[in-house]
């Protein structure tokens, strides 16, 4: 657990270091949300950080996620809190997601057929509000990264448009590659993405103001808002570098494995041993080797 100071500081010099490149770029008209993402972190440091004005959250676990929503001091304290789903959804997921309190966006919907249960999913469970979720696309290109390649993304977006009404489709999320260095100049992963909500924009007849960004986390963000990111994911800079993974994520995706090696899952199925960032990379590899050993 971070001490209280610690994460009060570190907030206050992320909002400033956001609020100085908002100036920067447009005079301070552009909005810019704060993602703090508390995977692997405790309910206490959620809360320190709600307690300093904090609202958007973002797990990219279920399980830690439920976990978390339904902790006493979650529900008592951080009322008007907003949850963002930013890990890896596997189709047999998407009801335990929608059910979670509080859930404000879903950053990761990455295939027609997520997008299509999450739509059955919030049908049957009669919400009324739409939810928000933005398209995870996989701008590096890279085989361990999830989300839907470059050229597919407007599909995936018309798709949305038209046939999932619960949804509503609210822009576009990147991890990108992690050997990008910011000594070499423009993240070609952010740029990327502009040029798919350009895409997307054209072919769905979108306007661009109304297509958010999901990119820039620690080591990036202030580049990402730069090039017109309007959601930015910050988790080590904010809480510290981050713990081992629970014994109870890493049987969350062997689980997820078992459920999704079902036929009707195939197509999702190579999704398993992908992972949103590079521990998740470890993180499975460690329940690869789990499971081998069982
Ligand atoms: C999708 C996603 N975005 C953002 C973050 C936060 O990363 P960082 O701690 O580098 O800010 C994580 C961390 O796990 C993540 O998985």
Same mark, same amino acid.
């Given at each position: 657990m971070a001490s209280t100071s610690s994460i009060q500081t570190a907030l206050k010099a992320v909002n400033a270091n956001i609020q100085s490149q908002i100036s920067k770029k447009t005079g301070g008209a552009q909005n810019v949300r704060l993602v703090a993402v508390t995977k692997t972190k405790p309910v206490e440091d959620i809360i320190t950080a709600y307690e300093c004005g904090q609202r958007h959250f973002g797990e990219n676990y279920i399980i830690e996620l439920e976990e978390k929503t339904r902790h006493p001091k979650i529900i008592d304290i951080c009322r008007e809190i907003k949850w963002h789903f930013i890990g890896h959804l596997q189709t047999n997921k998407a009801k335990n997601l929608v059910a979670i309190?509080?859930?404000?966006?879903?950053?990761?919907?990455?295939s027609e057929k997520l997008a299509k249960k999450l739509q059955k999913e919030l049908e049957k469970a009669g919400k009324t509000e739409k939810l928000k979720v933005l398209v995870q696309v996989n !701008?590096?290109?890279?085989?361990n990264k999830n989300g839907v390649s470059t050229s597919k993304v407007s599909d995936l977006v018309n798709l949305i448009l038209t046939k999932c009404p619960e949804l509503e489709f609210t822009g576009l999320m990147t991890i990108g590659s992690f050997d990008h260095s910011l000594a070499d100049g423009v993240n070609p992963d952010f740029i990327k993405l502009l040029k798919c909500r350009d895409d997307v924009c054209r072919r769905c007849n979108l306007q661009v103001e109304d297509v958010e960004l999901s990119m820039g986390m620690s080591h990036d963000y202030e580049h990402a808002i730069e090039l017109g990111s309007t959601n930015v994911r910050v988790g080590s800079t904010i809480f510290g570098a981050r713990n081992p993974p629970k014994q109870s994520q890493n049987q969350e995706v062997l689980k997820e494995k078992d459920e999704e090696s079902q036929p009707q899952e195939a197509n999702d199925?190579?999704?398993? !041993?992908?992972?949103?960032?590079q521990e998740d990379v470890l993180e499975n590899e460690t329940a690869r080797l789990q499971e081998l050993a069982i």
């Open positions: 309190p509080n859930l404000y966006m879903c950053e990761t919907v990455h !701008t590096s290109g890279e085989e199925s190579q999704h398993i !041993t992908k992972a949103t960032d």
